[in-house]
């Protein structure tokens, strides 16, 4: 046998012939079915439409709720995710019912999640801006525009109730400053992925890539982000996100940065 050969595997295959040499013959176990590892599972991509229940998230100029074209943009993307069939896809809320944001990161949590995917569609007071914005967290806002938006989403939690509101700002701060680099770095990386890719299907606010201290985005293990698809006390927004055609584009977009971040991955982890 030349030294080419002499693999990993047949020393260990020599290595176990050895050792059964010596073992005691009464020791000989039953041998047993072949069983192949378990496959690992497709990743788990969560998505938060945001609002539900009694709060309507922004109301658009024409009246239509922010809760509902969440929900039914999340609901397409998670169609033509598993269409795909590589991923897992879950929903936070399967219907029109209020869930407090910590505990939505709870459910991407406890799930095990490998990606978090908020899903909004903001108003501001100046109907004539326009455009999607993808959000990741941070202490300190980008801007002052997006420290008024993180505002107004952390404030969803306002319906929550007294029951939810035992978490210190001391504490809160803490779990901010826990966020891990990897997920920073994640959330960073598909972020301009889907700045990228909903640039080639939409109008795009101007700077398009933000961030400040939005209570969802807070998973310490899982990277996160916030998609604003667009303002709807702008009325060409608002019209556009009421389109099944228009929210089916935004979701193929939305895929197409999701793919593109997992296979990033897969070649990076192999590289
Ligand atoms: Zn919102």
């Known amino acids: 046998m030349d030294a080419g ?7 260990l295959a020599a290595a176990a012939a050895a050792a059964a040499r ?5 020791a000989a176990p039953k041998r047993r079915a072949y069983t192949p590892p378990a496959p690992h599972p497709a990743p788990l991509v969560m998505l938060d439409p945001g609002h539900g229940g009694k709060d309507p998230g922004a109301i658009g ?5 922010e809760k509902h074209i969440a929900f039914a943009t999340a609901a397409e993307l998670k169609r033509q995710l598993e269409s795909a069939g590589r991923y897992r896809v879950e929903l936070t809320r399967q219907r029109d019912v209020f869930i407090p944001l910590e505990e939505r990161v709870g459910i991407a949590q406890h799930k095990g999640a490998a990606l978090f995917v908020s899903m909004h569609a903001d ?17 300190t806002a980008s801007d002052a525009q997006t420290a008024a938006l993180a ?35 994640g959330s960073a990386r598909l972020q301009r992925g889907l700045a990228n890719a909903l640039d080639q299907s939409l109008p795009m606010l101007q700077n398009p890539t ?14 996160s982000v916030l998609v604003e698809m667009g303002f709807m006390s702008n009325r060409q927004d608002e019209a556009a996100l009421r389109l099944a055609e ?5 979701a193929a977009a939305m895929k197409r ?15």
Not at 210 to 223: E, G
Not at 246 to 250: G, L
């Open 5 to 11: 050969r002499l693999t990993r595997r047949t020393m």
């Open 22 to 26: 010596v073992a005691p013959a009464a």
């Open 61 to 65: 100029v024409s009246g239509t709720y």
């Open 123 to 139: 108003a501001i007071a100046d109907p004539r801006i326009r455009g999607a914005s993808i959000y990741t967290l941070s202490d």
């Open 151 to 185: 505002v107004r989403e952390n404030a969803a939690d306002r319906f929550a109730g007294p029951a939810f509101h035992n978490v210190a700002p001391e504490v809160a701060r803490i779990l901010a400053s826990l966020v891990r680099q990897e997920t920073r770095i």
């Open 210 to 223: 933000r961030h400040a201290s939005f209570v969802v985005l807070k998973a310490a293990d899982i990277p």
């Open 246 to 250: 228009h929210r089916a584009t935004v």
């Open 257 to 271: 940065a999701i793919d593109a971040y997992f296979t990033g991955q897969a070649i990076h982890m192999a590289g």
